[in-house]
C-alpha cells in the first residue's frame, strides 16, 4: 500500500523499484515485480494512502499488519486501529542512521502511544529529505521486520513484543526500551488511575 | 571520482548523512570491493552496496548454481549449474548504471573486501587474504537467521581475533536477509568514513543486534599490521 510514485532518491535504498520506474505508481509497479518473482502469492496493490476513513476496514482484513511509512501521522494511525481491531503490528521507522522496530499485539504489553503518547508536532522532527537514509539501514530494518511478521504468523512470540528496538548503525548500539500498558493510554483505553 | 549532477539526485538520501556526505559518497564511487560467496544468503547485501553506489563489485564464487539455490529469485531454475558469479553479476547490474559488477579476476586487488563465506574455513582464508592485501574487510558469520559481522578496518585487530570460538554456526536460513544487508551497512559507513571505522564486531540474535569492540589476541600476527 502506497499512494506515491517513484522518485530518482528512492533508488538508494528500494530494491523492488529500478531508473525505469520513476514516475510510475510504486503500489504497482512493486505489486508487478513481486508476481514476477512468486507468481503463486496473491499480491493487490493499494494505490492510497492509509488514512481514518479506510484504515479500521483495511486492517480487518489481514492476520498482520506490517508500517514502514515514513510519517509519525501514519505511525500512530496504524498502532491506533491495529490495537482496536486486536491485529498485530509489526512498527519499523528509520531516519538517518537509526532505525526503531516495535511489536504491538493484544495483552499486556504496551503499545506506541503508552511511550510516546502523541505524534511529535509536524516541524519538530526532520524528514528523510532533509536528515537523509542510510539506504542497507533501511534494508537491515525492513529484513527484521519481515522474519519478524513470519513469527507472528508461525505462531510464535514476537522478538519485540513490548520492546522498542533502536539501533544506530555508526555505533552499532542497539537499546531495548520495555514498554507495558499504560494506564490512560487512549488507544489501550487502559483505565486511568482514580485520583 | 567527482559527482556529478545524476549521482548527486541519486544519492541524495546519502550525501546529506553525516559521516557520508558528499566525500564519502565519492570514496564509495571510487571503491572496488570483492565479495567472497555469492549465495542467496549473500544477495541482499550485494544489493545494498550495488544501490549504495559502490564503483566496481567483483563476486568471487566460481562454484555453479545448485538446487539449493534455485529456489531464490536470482537464480531461476534455467541458472542451475552455472556459475554463481556471473548469475549474480548479470541479475544485480541491471539495478544501476553507476556501478560496474564483475566477476572477480584472481590478479585483480580490491579496495576492500566483503566475505560472505560458506563455510568458516572458507571465511578465514579470505580474510587472511585480505589482510596480507591490506584492505579492509567486514566478515560475515552466519546461524540460522542470525549470525555475526566482524568488521575488520585497517590496523584493527584481524578477523581471527574477533570470530567466533565456538566453531561455525548453522547454515544461513532464508530470514538470513538482516545479516546480509548489515554486513553491507558496515563496509559503507567503514568506506565512506575510515578514519571513524573501529574493529567491531556485532551479534544479531533472534532479532536484535549487540556489538563489541574487537580485541587482539595475544601473539596474533596481525600485531604487525599497526607498524604498517
Known amino acids: 500500500m502506497d499512494a506515491d510514485a517513484v522518485e530518482t532518491s528512492n533508488l538508494n535504498r528500494q530494491p523492488l523499484f529500478g531508473e525505469a520506474d520513476v514516475g510510475a505508481r510504486k503500489a504497482a509497479v512493486a505489486a508487478a515485480r513481486l508476481r514476477a518473482l512468486r507468481p503463486d502469492a496473491r499480491i493487490e496493490p493499494l494505490d492510497e494512502r492509509f488514512a481514518a476513513a479506510n484504515a479500521a476496514a483495511l486492517v480487518r482484513g489481514v492476520d498482520v499488519v506490517i508500517d514502514g511509512s515514513d510519517d509519525f501521522a501514519t505511525k500512530f494511525l496504524a498502532n491506533d486501529v491495529a490495537v482496536a481491531a486486536r491485529k498485530p503490528l509489526v512498527h519499523g521507522g528509520i531516519l538517518r542512521t537509526t532505525a526503531q522496530l516495535l511489536t504491538v499485539v493484544p495483552g499486556p504489553a504496551g503499545c506506541l502511544r503508552c511511550l510516546f503518547e502523541d505524534p511529535p508536532p509536524p516541524d519538530a522532527m526532520p524528514s528523510n529529505a532533509d536528515a537523509g ?12 521486520m519481515a522474519a519478524e511478521a513470519l513469527r507472528l504468523l508461525a505462531g510464535e512470540r514476537g522478538a519485540y513484543v513490548g520492546r522498542l528496538l533502536t539501533f544506530e548503525a555508526r555505533t552499532a548500539r542497539a537499546r531495548l526500551v520495555m514498554i507495558r500498558r499504560r494506564e490512560g493510554c487512549p488507544a489501550c483505553r487502559t483505565p486511568a488511575p482514580v485520583a | ?33 570483492r565479495v567472497v560467496g555469492g549465495s542467496s544468503a549473500a544477495v541482499p547485501g550485494i544489493l545494498y552496496l550495488t544501490l549504495a553506489g559502490i564503483g566496481a563489485i567483483w563476486i568471487d ?21 552455472e556459475p554463481r558469479e556471473r548469475v549474480v553479476v548479470e541479475a544485480l547490474q541491471a539495478r544501476s548504471r553507476f556501478v560496474l559488477l564483475e566477476p572477480h579476476r584472481p590478479e585483480a586487488v580490491p579496495t576492500a573486501t566483503v566475505v560472505f563465506a560458506s563455510s568458516a574455513a572458507q571465511a578465514v582464508a579470505a580474510a587472511e587474504r585480505a589482510r596480507r592485501e591490506k584492505v579492509p574487510h567486514v566478515v560475515v558469520e552466519w546461524d540460522g537467521e542470525g549470525g555475526s559481522v566482524v568488521t575488520v578496518p585497517l590496523r584493527a585487530p584481524c578477523y581471527a581475533c574477533g570470530r567466533s570460538i565456538g566453531g561455525a554456526g548453522r547454515p544461513p536460513s532464508a530470514s538470513a536477509s538482516a545479516l546480509s544487508a548489515l554486513a553491507a551497512e558496515e563496509l559503507i559507513l567503514l568506506l565512506a568514513d575510515p578514519a571513524a571505522a573501529r574493529g567491531r564486531r556485532i551479534d544479531l540474535t533472534r532479532g536484535v543486534p549487540s556489538v563489541r569492540a574487537t580485541a587482539r589476541l595475544a601473539g596474533c600476527a596481525c600485531a604487525a599490521d599497526i607498524e604498517r
Do not use: K, N
Open chain 2, 61 to 81: 564464487d566460481p562454484e555453479p548454481v545448485g538446487p539449493a539455490d534455485s529456489g531464490h529469485w536470482i537464480f531461476p531454475p534455467h541458472t542451475v549449474g
Open chain 2, 1 to 33: 571520482m567527482t559527482l556529478d549532477p545524476e549521482r548527486i539526485e541519486r544519492y541524495a538520501r546519502q550525501l546529506v548523512i553525516p559521516g557520508i556526505g558528499r566525500e564519502g559518497q565519492e570514496r564509495l564511487g571510487a571503491a572496488r570491493v
Open chain 1, 133 to 144: 537514509v542510510l539506504g542497507a539501514l533501511a534494508g537491515f530494518a525492513g529484513a527484521l
